[in-house]
């Protein structure tokens, strides 16, 4: 196993790992490539039922490779809508695995790194992970959906401080602003992670996967048409096996055996 973008395959998920471990696992347009690969990879095998994303080495991820690919010249400014653009696919396709997307923030995660961890439906960091905003200290606005992700999960107030300052929120003070699931000890981190990718790849997947399309749809919806869409919601995960499943094993009084998909 070698590359920038590294899959383990375990029992029911799997494992994406961003390595270029030397740039702090920086994007460069080879690493975006794989990485959308890894997660079309994921989304095709009926095997896989959940992701865990970290990275290698010390940092998560320190977003855009600075280098000559975004650098000014004396032609002119770069054209950097198309290097925004594969960020835009790659929070896309994050926020359409049809699986849970686990996140393990091992080491600082800055600029789009920062807002990739944002997209993933459950993040853990290690207490020594640190989340830069860090766009503003080169002249740059947040991407990544760091301006949808970021006023919802810790305020309108926090965001803009973030965002305009740069400074780097701890692990800690991120989970107690609601940035990210859990803050644990740097050696519990993968433990945990892996534990958890596990026992979400025995859950029922494609309840997993509409309570997705519910949260996303939430932010733009009215009260009215969130009931409407949680009943039609509802009526889909109620036609599948594993609620099924789930009520019989409730009533036999045991655990649950899901089959996670339908398809
Ligand atoms: O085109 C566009 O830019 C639009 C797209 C925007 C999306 C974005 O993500 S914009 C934001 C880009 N990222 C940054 O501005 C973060 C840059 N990195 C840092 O500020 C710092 O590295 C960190 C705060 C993340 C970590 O600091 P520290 O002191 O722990 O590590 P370091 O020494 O700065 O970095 C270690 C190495 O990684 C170093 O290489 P060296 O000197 O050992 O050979 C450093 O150059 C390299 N590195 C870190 N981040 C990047 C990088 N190399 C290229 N690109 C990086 N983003």
């Not at 994303?53 to 400014?77: K, N, W, Y």
């Not at 990739?116 to 439906?121: M, S």
């Not at 949680?230 to 019989?248: C, F, M, N, S, T």
Request: aromatic letters at 6%; a negative charge.
């Amino acid at each position: 196993m070698d590359g920038v973008i590294r899959t383990e395959r375990r029992a029911g998920w799997r494992l994406i790992t961003l390595h270029r471990p030397d740039k702090l696992n920086a994007f460069n347009g080879a690493m975006h490539a794989a990485f959308a690969a890894a997660l079309a990879e994921a989304a095709a095998d009926p095997d896989c039922r959940a992701v865990l994303l970290t990275g290698a080495g010390r940092g998560f991820c320190a977003g855009q490779e600075l280098g000559p690919a975004v650098m000014p010249t004396e032609a002119g400014p770069p054209d950097l809508a198309p290097v925004v653009e594969q960020y835009n696919a790659m929070i896309r396709r994050v926020r359409a695995l049809e699986m849970p997307v686990i996140c393990a923030v091992n080491g600082v995660a800055a600029g789009a790194g920062a807002n990739l961890v944002l997209a993933c439906d459950i993040v853990l960091a290690a207490r020594s992970a640190k989340f830069i905003q860090a766009f503003s200290r080169i002249g740059l606005v947040p991407d990544s959906g760091g301006t949808f992700f970021l006023p919802r999960l810790v305020g309108e107030a926090r965001a803009r401080a973030l965002a305009m300052l740069g400074e780097p929120v701890s692990a800690e003070q991120a989970e107690n602003w609601g940035m990210i699931w859990k803050a644990v000890a740097d050696e519990e981190l993968m433990p945990a992670a892996e534990a958890m990718a596990a026992h979400l790849a025995t859950q029922p997947t494609e309840a997993l996967w509409l309570m997705k399309r519910a949260f996303d749809a939430s932010a733009g919806n009215t009260l009215e048409a969130q009931l409407d869409l949680e009943r039609d919601l509802q009526q889909e995960a109620g036609r599948g096996p594993d609620y099924a499943e789930g009520v019989k094993a409730f009533l036999e009084k045991r655990a649950p055996v899901f089959l996670g998909r339908r398809r």
